[in-house]
């Protein structure tokens, strides 16, 4: 018996074997979850599908997050083939690459509003989704870094987008508690990933968590991938609102 063995859940935001997304999805199957997979589009399809069949997906679906009609989609089909679910991933984000490269406050009106629509707004419209599907309650994480409390180098707009999504944790675990659904994030550590590559000088973030970080190096997908199955599992069913950081200890000390 694995810790998520007969529960059930959708993972969003695997793009490739670098993701987040993917090293979670390697530890909830690993604990016995039953997973469906969503990918942004057909040049993504072709890296997610073999992965998620390589761990027995269930479902395999398309999913544009601005979208409300391709969430509400992905639901009604995983409706469909299982009637209920029990955890969701979201591990989504996006803003413009040069809105990651100039000053903060030379961000465009539109740059600021796509950043919030797919990295924050996201997780409300999947809530929404997702919760008349968790009948006997569930869990949802989502993913968070540093620069939503602190203004990170270069982070800039991503940096407000991850304090809204921060904030709508609390708001949607503060409305969904007494269904018995909890909401978390997870505020990880700097990973080499794509999203991560769209960032300006993303390389002096793992350095400074070789140099200070209290672990003295910066985390893996892995790790990652553990905490979520801490707090989606039974593990967490005391824990709901919360920012658990998987963060090498790099939030407690003074880096300079
Ligand atoms: P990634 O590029 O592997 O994952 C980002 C995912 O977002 C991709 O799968 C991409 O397809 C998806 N995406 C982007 N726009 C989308 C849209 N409109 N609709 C649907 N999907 C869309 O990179 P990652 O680093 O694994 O990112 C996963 C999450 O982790 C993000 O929220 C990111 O901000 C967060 N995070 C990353 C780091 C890091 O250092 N890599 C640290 C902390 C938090």
Redesign the pocket.
């Known amino acids: 018996m694995g810790l998520m063995t007969g529960k059930r859940g959708i993972i969003?935001?695997?793009?490739?074997e670098?993701?987040?997304?993917w090293g979670i999805a390697q530890q909830l199957r690993e604990q016995g979850a039953e997973l469906a997979f969503?990918?942004?589009n057909e040049a993504?399809e072709k890296r997610v599908r073999p992965l998620a069949e390589s761990l027995d997906a269930s479902l395999i679906l398309p999913?544009?997050?601005?979208s409300d009609a391709e969430i509400e989609a992905v639901f009604k089909a995983v409706e469909q083939q299982w009637g209920s679910i029990d955890f969701v991933v979201h591990?989504?984000?996006?803003a413009d690459r040069n809105d990651l490269k100039q000053p903060f406050s030379q961000t465009s009106r539109e740059g600021f509003a796509m950043a919030m629509d797919?990295?924050a707004y996201?997780l409300v419209a999947i809530t929404r989704c997702a919760a008349p599907l968790m009948n006997e309650g569930g869990s949802i994480v989502?993913?968070?870094?540093l620069g939503a409390t602190r203004a990170v180098p270069n982070y800039n707009v991503?940096g407000v987008a991850?304090a809204a999504l921060e904030s709508a944790v609390r708001y949607l675990a503060a409305e969904l508690g007494e269904k018995g659904i909890r909401v978390n994030a997870i505020?990880?550590?700097?990973?080499?990933?794509?999203?991560?590559s769209g960032i300006a000088n993303f390389r002096a973030?793992i350095k400074l968590m070789d140099d200070y970080a209290p672990l003295r190096r910066t985390v893996t997908q892995t790790e990652v991938g553990n905490s979520a199955v801490y707090l989606l599992s039974d593990l967490g069913s005391g824990v709901t609102g919360e920012v658990h950081l998987v963060d090498a200890g790099f939030n407690v000390v003074v880096s300079a």
């Open positions: 969003f935001g695997v793009a490739n670098m993701s987040i997304a969503t990918y942004l993504l999913c544009n997050v601005a591990a989504v984000a996006f797919i990295s996201s989502t993913l968070s870094y991503m991850k505020s990880a550590g700097p990973i080499r990933t794509l999203a991560a973030k």
